[in-house]
């Protein structure tokens, strides 16, 4: 009967310290496997960080107290235009967005929002009216830096700027190709950031100089990365989108692929988001030249590519970057910006 007795006990003991192994081994597990997504998690943030060292930006929304505004609906609103994208980023239309309690929102922050801006041979001449009418538009009340690129430094407008604006020139060569003159300005972009704009400024827009302000455009247009539709595609079907169709390029976009068609002419965001997309742009395009492609619509392609798989965390409506020639539509309710009718015959150089 003793016998018996200690037999049992022993199996029970056994049996015991085999569950206990068992389940020190799966907590085991479990730790280790926690600690390494941890170490993968610290190890993106790594490279994020050499990539880019941006002090981070205070992103809160902060209102001042009392502020007196109409209430806010979430049950009405534009019906007529689609305001968010599937990946719940806004889509800015007017009517969707309230300019005062933003720009209270967004002064007391003290951002600097930097603008790039090409004028290259001919396209000098759009560059006074650029500037005069972003007096009158364009992040009014806000500190902004432009940056001018130009071969002819000599003929920049004076334009009066308001209190805490400011405008740098920087000479870039000539060019005899257009499609050159269009498509560096991804590496001019990537080295200005890399080389001033680090600790300077918060946000940057980069922008087509042959275009005019006509209504506003301000802190409802902020965001880590922003997009803006192009004027002349966005009731189309995708399939008619202009994307570079060639697999050899590495702007390649397959049929039924694809989510809007952005301009080239209007994209900004968050100085290391821009910068990420400025350097990764530049190099698909570097690569295609090494391999004989230049894309449909030069950097207009590879930006279009590089938004599809890197989705905008806001997009700009087509009011923020019309086309003269286009008759208004009537989901279009205001023109904030708007290119100009060009012959392209008389002011490209080919
Ligand atoms: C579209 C895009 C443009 C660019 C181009 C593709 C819009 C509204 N426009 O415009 O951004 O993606 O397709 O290459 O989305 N430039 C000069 N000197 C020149 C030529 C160009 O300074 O001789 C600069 C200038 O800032 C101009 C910009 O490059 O605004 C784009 O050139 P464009 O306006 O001739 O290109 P476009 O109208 O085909």
């Given at each position: 009967?003793?016998?018996?007795?200690?037999?049992?006990?022993?199996?029970?003991?056994?049996?015991?310290v085999?569950?206990?192994?068992?389940?020190?081994?799966?907590?085991?597990?479990?730790?280790?496997?926690?600690?390494?997504?941890?170490?993968?998690?610290e190890?993106?943030?790594?490279?994020?960080?050499?990539?880019?060292?941006?002090?981070?930006?205070?992103?809160?929304?902060?209102?001042?107290?009392?502020?007196?505004?109409?209430?806010?609906?979430?049950?009405?609103?534009?019906?007529?235009?689609?305001?968010?994208?599937?990946?719940?980023?806004?889509?800015?239309?007017?009517?969707?967005?309230?300019?005062?309690?933003?720009?209270?929102?967004?002064?007391?922050?003290?951002?600097?929002?930097?603008?790039?801006?090409?004028?290259?041979?001919?396209?000098?001449?759009?560059?006074?009216?650029?500037?005069?009418?972003?007096?009158?538009?364009?992040?009014?009340?806000?500190?902004?830096?432009?940056?001018?690129?130009?071969?002819?430094?000599?003929?920049?407008?004076?334009?009066?700027?308001a209190?805490?604006?400011?405008?740098?020139?920087?000479?870039?060569?000539?060019?005899?190709?257009?499609?050159?003159?269009?498509?560096?300005?991804?590496?001019?972009?990537?080295?200005?950031?890399?080389?001033?704009?680090?600790?300077?400024?918060?946000?940057?827009?980069?922008?087509?100089?042959?275009?005019?302000?006509?209504?506003?455009?301000?802190?409802?247009?902020?965001?880590?990365?922003v997009?803006?539709?192009?004027?002349?595609?966005?009731?189309?079907?995708?399939?008619?989108?202009?994307?570079?169709?060639?697999?050899?390029?590495?702007?390649?976009?397959?049929?039924?692929?694809?989510?809007?068609?952005?301009?080239?002419?209007?994209f900004?965001?968050?100085?290391q988001?821009?910068?990420?997309?400025?350097?990764?742009?530049?190099?698909?395009?570097?690569?295609?030249?090494?391999?004989?492609?230049?894309?449909?619509?030069q950097?207009?392609?590879?930006?279009?590519?590089?938004?599809?798989?890197?989705?905008?965390?806001?997009?700009?409506?087509?009011?923020?970057?019309?086309?003269?020639?286009?008759?208004?539509?009537?989901?279009?309710?205001?023109i904030?910006?708007?290119?100009?009718?060009?012959?392209?015959?008389?002011?490209?150089?080919?």
């Amino acid at each position: 009967m003793a016998v018996l007795h200690t037999k049992a006990v022993t199996v029970i003991l056994s049996v015991t310290v085999l569950l206990g192994l068992l389940y020190l081994s799966q907590y085991y597990r479990i730790y280790l496997s926690f600690e390494e997504k941890w170490k993968t998690v610290e190890a993106g943030s790594a490279i994020e960080t050499t990539k880019f060292s941006q002090p981070g930006i205070d992103l809160h929304l902060v209102s001042p107290e009392h502020l007196k505004y109409n209430q806010p609906s979430i049950v009405h609103g534009r019906a007529d235009v689609v305001t968010v994208t599937p990946w719940l980023a806004p889509v800015v239309w007017e009517g969707t967005f309230n300019s005062f309690l933003l720009d209270s929102i967004y002064k007391r922050k003290n951002i600097t929002i930097a603008a790039t801006v090409f004028a290259v041979g001919k396209y000098i001449m759009f560059l006074k009216d650029f500037l005069q009418t972003s007096e009158e538009h364009f992040f009014v009340g806000f500190r902004v830096d432009f940056y001018v690129f130009t071969d002819r430094p000599n003929e920049v407008p004076k334009v009066n700027m308001a209190a805490g604006r400011k405008l740098t020139v920087r000479s870039v060569p000539s060019s005899n190709r257009w499609q050159e003159i269009s498509a560096r300005r991804m590496e001019i972009i990537q080295n200005l950031i890399e080389e001033k704009l680090q600790n300077r400024a918060d946000y940057i827009f980069c922008l087509d100089v042959d275009s005019k302000f006509h209504g506003r455009w301000g802190a409802e247009s902020l965001g880590e990365l922003v997009a803006v539709i192009h004027p002349g595609y966005y009731r189309d079907d995708r399939s008619k989108f202009p994307y570079e169709r060639r697999p050899a390029s590495n702007a390649y976009v397959a049929p039924g692929e694809g989510d809007f068609y952005y301009c080239g002419g209007a994209f900004g965001g968050l100085m290391q988001e821009v910068h990420l997309l400025a350097k990764t742009c530049r190099k698909n395009f570097e690569d295609d030249t090494k391999k004989g492609i230049e894309a449909a619509w030069q950097e207009e392609s590879h930006l279009n590519r590089y938004m599809w798989i890197n989705k905008p965390s806001k997009v700009l409506s087509p009011e923020y970057l019309w086309q003269d020639f286009k008759p208004k539509n009537p989901e279009v309710q205001i023109i904030r910006f708007s290119g100009v009718i060009k012959n392209y015959a008389n002011i490209r150089p080919n």
